[in-house]
Nanobody, 115 residues
Framework: QVQLVESGGGLVQAGGSLRLSCAAS????????MAWYRQAPGKQRELVAA???????NYADSVKGRFTISRDNAKNTVYLQMNSLKPEDTAVYYC?????????WGQGTQVTVSS
C-alpha cells in the first residue's frame, strides 16, 4: 500500500520548535526524493524543503537557517525540524514525493504558531 503519514504538528508560541515526521511506504521512500510542502489559509501550496536519497537538501528562502529536513532510511521516515517558528509559518504541512511534481501526498498536519 502506497502511503505517506505525517505526525508532529500542533500549537506553539513564536520562537518555539516542532518536529514533523512522515512515515512513508517503502515503495515510495526507496524510489523518490522526499519533500515537505505547506499551505496557509488563502495561499497556494508551497515547497518548504526537499531531500534526495543522497541527503542533498534544498529549502525555501523563507525557512533557510530555521528548518532542517532529514531522512532515516532504516525507518522510511523523513523529518522536518522547525526552529525559531514565526506566526507566518502557520499552515498545514504535507509530506510529498517526488518534490518537483508530487505524485504522492500525505493527509497533512496542522502547525499553528501564536504570536
Amino acid at each position: 500500500q502506497v502511503q505517506l503519514v505525517e505526525s508532529g504538528g500542533g500549537l506553539v508560541q513564536a520562537g518555539g520548535s516542532l518536529r514533523l515526521s512522515c512515515a512513508a511506504s517503502e515503495s515510495i521512500f526507496s524510489l523518490y526524493a522526499m519533500a515537505w510542502y505547506r499551505q496557509a489559509p488563502g495561499k497556494q501550496r508551497e515547497l518548504v524543503a526537499a531531500i534526495t536519497s543522497g541527503d542533498s537538501t534544498n529549502y525555501a528562502d523563507s525557512v533557510k537557517g530555521r528548518f532542517t529536513i532529514s531522512r532515516d532510511n532504516a525507518k522510511n521516515t523523513v523529518y522536518l525540524q522547525m526552529n525559531s517558528l514565526k506566526p507566518e509559518d502557520t499552515a498545514v504541512y504535507y509530506c510529498a514525493a517526488p518534490p518537483a511534481s508530487p505524485a504522492y501526498w500525505g493527509q497533512g498536519t496542522q502547525v499553528t504558531v501564536s504570536s
